[in-house]
């Protein structure tokens, strides 16, 4: 399985930026897909994820609002469109696709892009 994010870049602060992310080879089944950022000198933390129906979203209280996370199953495509950008959203995002336990009956992170830096200036 191959994970890769498309679409960081630079953007003025209340502008507007799109991610997406490519999950070759992976079967979008029972576990879903997600977003996830590091920014420097912090941990990563989770930023939006949808279950593999896409009847369940996560948002983190940081974003809710103004990021919208969505899927293209049969494209094993996952996108982030994210509005009203803040400085602080700067950070790298990692788009995440989440992995069957069958020991522990549950979904865990597994598959991880390379990131892709989204920086937001004044």
């Known amino acids: 399985v191959q994970v890769m994010e498309t679409g960081g870049g630079s953007v003025q602060a209340g502008g507007s930026l799109a991610l997406s992310c490519v999950a070759s080879?992976?079967?979008?089944?029972?576990?879903?897909m997600g977003w996830y950022r590091q920014a420097p000198g912090k941990e990563r933390e989770l930023v939006s994820r949808?279950?593999?129906?896409?009847?369940?979203?996560t948002y983190a209280d940081s974003v809710k609002g103004r990021f919208a996370i969505s899927q293209d199953s049969t494209k094993n495509t996952l996108y982030l469109q994210m509005n009203s950008l803040k400085i602080e959203d700067t950070a790298v995002y990692y788009c995440?696709?989440?992995?069957?336990?069958?020991?522990?009956?549950?979904?865990?992170?597994?598959?991880w892009g390379q990131g892709t830096q989204v920086t937001v200036s004044t």
């Open positions: 949808i279950s593999d129906s896409g009847s369940r979203i």
């Open positions: 995440l696709a989440e992995w069957w336990d069958s020991t522990w009956g549950t979904c865990r992170p597994y598959y």
């Open positions: 080879g992976y079967i979008l089944s029972r576990c879903g």
